[in-house]
């Protein structure tokens, strides 16, 4: 979907009705806003039932504070126009109260954000600003003091988050990971002590972006590629839904013949997606004015690998990641569905996935569908877009079983026994 040409009332309808429906607000909190070009501030009322919000609630403020509108703009206006007043590279400020980032901001911490290497890329560095009363000047001034300093992603206490970017679409990219980086790392400190990237590791992230490859030439897409084109959109749409990925992360890719695939774009919303923004990499070539997806090289080497693998994909559903930023081990010997589905998930270190794909390619087999990569990513395969798919969602699931079990009593797992009459009725290899 291209966002550009709409109009900052239809924006913020959008965001909103996004963030609610995700039980990231409440039918009361939060507001966003967006300075237009002629510098009016369009912003949510206060008082009006975000999960109902129409254009025609939206309120503009004019440069001179003039209002325009059937509502009162939100009482949080002040610290909106003060950040807009001190950062005039921003044009989009999303505030709200979800429950995992309201609980750091009780506790006064930030999430860590060097627990995987994208969080940081995408919020930067994320500042505290201390508390006063909502709608107060002072409140503005000590959030907007934050802003200047040069942070655009702002934990406040007792009270929620704030976020700015150039466009709104932007700050629900940085709102929503840090958002995913906090429930990560609520899950892992029920596994043990969270284990983050060295600052080595995370400049070597940094520059992991994309895959440089030569512009495939022009071809017409036959049926068979545009119809697996509306199915990949779909299916990633749909993972969305489960929460399986965010608007930024999560790769998710289908084989087309041979080695060439398709394969979701670097950093574009994947709410969002159509299937021409996906991209068609061949033989390390890709798709002309078009970037994918960081992990590229390795769903190559996958595909070169493994004849057998139609789909490939790379999440960071927040469950199962608690395991693979804590080092403890994952067990799929919960339920028998859980075995048949993952059978032995193994580990791989973080500087493994950038240093040789390939090898890392080479671990998958019959047996060990997907692997773990610490501090990164599941990578989950498949025989087909859907197979991989239920394999994610099994995996995430049987993450947050173990999450739950834990604080209900000791785990007791399918035994070995249990586990061959498991394969011998399934004819498991």
Known sequence: MHVDLLHPADQLVMIMQRIYSCGMTTTSGGNLSIRDENGDIWITPTGIDKGSLTREDIVRVSPSGETFGPHQPSVELPFHREIYRLRPDLRAILHAHPPTLVAFSLARRIPDIRLTPDVRRICGDVAMAAYDVPGSRQLGVNIARRFAEGYQTVVMENHGCVCGARDLFGAFMAFETLDFCGRMELYARKLGAPRPLTPEQ?????????????????????????????????????????????????????????????????????????????????????????????????????????????????AHAPAVMAFAVTGAAFDSRIIPESYIQLRDVRRVPYDALLEDPAAVAALFSARTPVLLVDNACAVVTGPSLLGAFDRLEVLEYSAQAILAARDVGPLVMIDDRQVRDIEEAFHLD
């Open 202 to 314: 995370l400049s070597r992230a940094c520059g992991a972006e994309g895959l440089q490859a030569d512009a495939l030439p022009a071809a017409a897409a036959s049926s068979r590629e545009r119809a697996l084109r509306r199915d990949l959109c779909g299916m990633i749409h749909r993972a969305y839904d489960q929460r399986l990925c965010t608007s930024a992360q999560g790769a998710f890719s289908q084989r087309l013949s041979g080695e060439s695939f398709l394969m979701t774009p670097h950093r574009k919303d994947r709410r969002y997606l159509d299937v021409a923004d996906l991209v068609r990499v061949e033989n390390g070539r890709c798709e002309a004015g078009k970037t994918p997806g960081g992990s590229a090289p390795l769903h190559q080497a996958i595909y070169r690998a493994h004849p057998d693998v139609q789909a490939v994909i790379v």
